[in-house]
């Protein structure tokens, strides 16, 4: 379940922490924090959400990721992430982009001429084998991105997240990485909090049909591809919605129907990454 980040002025503490003590007792304990400046910097309110819980950490599955200005100081970033996650390891952690920012740079937009994500990934192979990290793997990785880093890589990646729904099914990244042994995890499978999916005459009838949400149509659409889900919310009622998908399935008719979408969309802005 992605811990979606809102500034404290809008969602109070006490708020955000009670949220995620009761998503963590609805046994959905797969969490993810991130300490991304300005984005989505959550690991101190999850790492307090574990806490507040009282669930077993052997209970829990812990992921985050290493941002783009920290390729050079995946150590660094790591010790910092379980400091604020109250942890001494994580189940996963990603590589935020393929891209590696120096941050003494203007505006934070140049890239280091003498580190790719290649130098990246082996400083994250290092947290597997000191026990920092169970696993390790990448975000927003196109399929030339793979190529290049599986040509060197010791540790394959156990996990590809990238944005995926019915308006950007990314089929092509999804049947590469099964050939090569690689789980895809999507998020905005419901697209973001504006966007048109809501409104498709074609998921509107397939939701009635069903007696569903539009949401809860577009999640069983994503896990019925094979893919994990990290749908986003701090409203503990969606939560339960996002988590209450026990007897709706899909047909093969309807899948056809959801595949054979035209209109495109990102959510995220830039896509997949190509170096």
């Given at each position: 379940?992605?811990?979606?980040?809102?500034?404290?002025?809008?969602?109070?503490?006490?708020?955000?922490?009670?949220?995620?003590g009761t998503l963590f007792r609805l046994h959905f304990w797969q969490a993810t924090g991130t300490s991304?400046?300005?984005?989505?910097?959550?690991?101190?309110?999850?790492?307090?959400?574990?806490?507040?819980?009282?669930?077993?950490?052997?209970?829990?599955?812990?992921?985050?990721?290493?941002?783009?200005?920290?390729?050079?100081?995946?150590?660094?970033?790591?010790?910092?992430?379980?400091?604020?996650?109250?942890?001494?390891?994580?189940?996963?952690?990603?590589?935020?982009?393929?891209?590696?920012?120096?941050?003494?740079?203007?505006?934070?937009?140049?890239?280091?001429?003498?580190?790719?994500?290649?130098?990246?990934?082996?400083?994250?192979?290092?947290?597997?084998?000191?026990?920092?990290?169970?696993?390790?793997?990448v975000s927003n990785f196109g399929i030339q991105n793979f190529e290049t880093l599986l040509a060197s890589?010791?540790?394959?990646?156990?996990?590809?997240?990238?944005?995926?729904?019915?308006?950007?099914?990314?089929?092509?990244?999804?049947?590469?990485?099964?050939?090569?042994?690689?789980?895809?995890?999507?998020?905005?499978?419901?697209?973001?909090?504006?966007?048109?999916?809501?409104?498709?005459?074609?998921?509107?009838?397939?939701?009635?049909?069903?007696?569903?949400?539009?949401?809860?149509?577009?999640?069983?659409?994503?896990?019925?591809?094979?893919?994990?889900?990290?749908?986003?919310?701090?409203?503990?009622?969606?939560?339960?919605?996002?988590?209450?998908?026990?007897?709706?399935?899909?047909?093969?008719?309807?899948?056809?129907?959801?595949?054979?979408?035209?209109?495109?969309?990102?959510?995220?802005?830039?896509?997949?990454?190509?170096?």
């Amino acid at each position: 379940m992605g811990w979606k980040y809102l500034p404290s002025d809008l969602v109070p503490r006490t708020r955000r922490l009670t949220t995620l003590g009761t998503l963590f007792r609805l046994h959905f304990w797969q969490a993810t924090g991130t300490s991304i400046p300005q984005a989505c910097d959550n690991e101190t309110a999850v790492g307090d959400g574990v806490m507040l819980s009282c669930v077993p950490r052997e209970s829990l599955f812990l992921t985050t990721k290493i941002n783009n200005m920290n390729h050079k100081h995946v150590a660094e970033a790591m010790e910092e992430s379980l400091l604020k996650l109250h942890t001494d390891y994580v189940d996963l952690v990603l590589m935020h982009w393929p891209v590696s920012i120096d941050p003494a740079r203007e505006k934070q937009t140049v890239v280091y001429n003498d580190w790719t994500f290649i130098d990246t990934w082996r400083e994250m192979e290092n947290l597997v084998e000191s026990g920092r990290a169970r696993s390790i793997g990448v975000s927003n990785f196109g399929i030339q991105n793979f190529e290049t880093l599986l040509a060197s890589a010791r540790i394959v990646p156990t996990v590809c997240r990238v944005e995926s729904h019915v308006n950007c099914p990314s089929t092509e990244l999804l049947e590469f990485c099964q050939s090569k042994g690689i789980h895809l995890t999507v998020y905005a499978s419901l697209g973001s909090s504006n966007s048109r999916l809501a409104d498709n005459g074609t998921l509107q009838a397939i939701a009635r049909a069903r007696n569903a949400t539009i949401q809860q149509i577009l999640l069983v659409w994503a896990l019925k591809r094979g893919t994990s889900v990290i749908p986003k919310s701090v409203t503990t009622s969606l939560i339960k919605g996002n988590l209450d998908l026990d007897g709706i399935d899909l047909t093969c008719y309807e899948m056809h129907l959801l595949n054979s979408l035209l209109d495109r969309l990102e959510v995220c802005d830039g896509g997949r990454v190509i170096a």
